[in-house]
C-alpha cells in the first residue's frame, strides 16, 4: 500500500509550495497561522498532507489545515491572555483519531472533503 507521500508529493504539489510564506506555516503567532490555514483551504493535496502529518506525528506546523503545536492538533490556535466572550463556544483542539477517521475515509474515497 502506498503512503500519502507516494501518491502525491506534497512539498512540490502543495499549494505551500514556492508560495514565499514558508513562515507562516511555522509561526507562533494565530493570526500567521490562520493565513496558513487560508492558504490550505483550496489545496489539492490537503487531506495528503495531513495524512502525512499524522503519519509522522509531526510536532510543530500547519499541515493539511490543522495547526500542530507541541505535538498536539488543533483548529486554531488563540492569543495569550484572556480568551474573547465570542470563542466561549469555538472548539480549538482537535481529536487526533477523528482526524484519523477523517483522512481514512477521504483517502478510501477520494471525496475532498473538508477538515474542520
Known amino acids: 500500500m502506498q503512503t500519502a507521500l507516494e ?3 506534497i512539498y512540490t504539489e502543495g499549494a505551500c509550495s ?17 493565513r496558513a490555514q487560508a492558504i490550505c483551504q483550496g489545496c489539492s493535496v ?17 499541515w493539511g489545515g490543522v495547526i500542530f503545536w507541541d505535538g498536539e492538533a ?3 490556535k488563540r492569543g495569550r491572555g484572556r ?3 465570542a470563542d466561549a463556544n469555538v472548539r ?8 484519523w477517521q477523517l483522512v481514512s475515509l477521504e483517502l478510501m474515497t477520494g471525496s475532498g472533503g473538508q477538515v474542520a
Request: aromatic share 12%; proline share 4%.
Open 7 to 9: 501518491s502525491r508529493n
Open 18 to 34: 514556492g508560495s514565499g510564506d514558508d513562515h507562516l506555516f511555522f509561526s507562533e503567532l494565530p493570526e500567521e497561522l490562520a
Open 46 to 62: 490537503r487531506i495528503e498532507c495531513l495524512a502525512d502529518a499524522l503519519d509522522r506525528r509531526e510536532e510543530w506546523g500547519v
Open 74 to 76: 488543533f483548529y486554531r
Open 83 to 85: 480568551p474573547r466572550k
Open 92 to 99: 480549538f483542539e482537535a481529536d487526533l483519531e477523528d482526524l
